[in-house]
């Protein structure tokens, strides 16, 4: 078995920090709070962010799936709204 390491410092492997990464922790500062990597000398942080980089961390849709998140409000009750407001 080939492990690379991406953290000399806690002997993080790249397989463990892309798991984190399906887990949910898209972020450098989210694997070092599940794993520590990147929290001692933060030699490793450039190579984190490149392996989430890479796609190991899943893709959400975004908000409103492409909907305008205000669909319900209405162009005109807006500027009304704003001129009560003045």
Same mark, same amino acid.
């Given at each position: 078995?080939?492990? %690379?390491? %991406?953290? @000399? ?16 922790? =898209? ?13 001692? =000398?933060? @030699? =490793? &942080? ?11 961390? $899943?893709?959400?849709? $975004?908000?409103?799936?492409?909907? $305008? &998140?205000?669909?319900? &409000?209405?162009? &005109? ?10």
């Amino acid at each position: 078995m080939n492990r %690379v390491y %991406v953290c @000399s410092c806690f002997g993080i492997t790249e397989a463990q920090v892309q798991q984190h990464a399906a887990d949910g922790a =898209c972020t450098p500062r989210q694997i070092a709070s599940a794993c520590k990597a990147g929290t001692d =000398c933060g @030699s =490793c &942080v450039r190579r984190i962010q490149a392996i989430l980089g890479r796609g190991a961390c $899943p893709r959400r849709e $975004p908000a409103g799936q492409g909907r $305008p &998140v205000l669909a319900a &409000v209405d162009a &005109v009750e807006a500027v009304a709204a704003l001129d009560e407001a003045a």
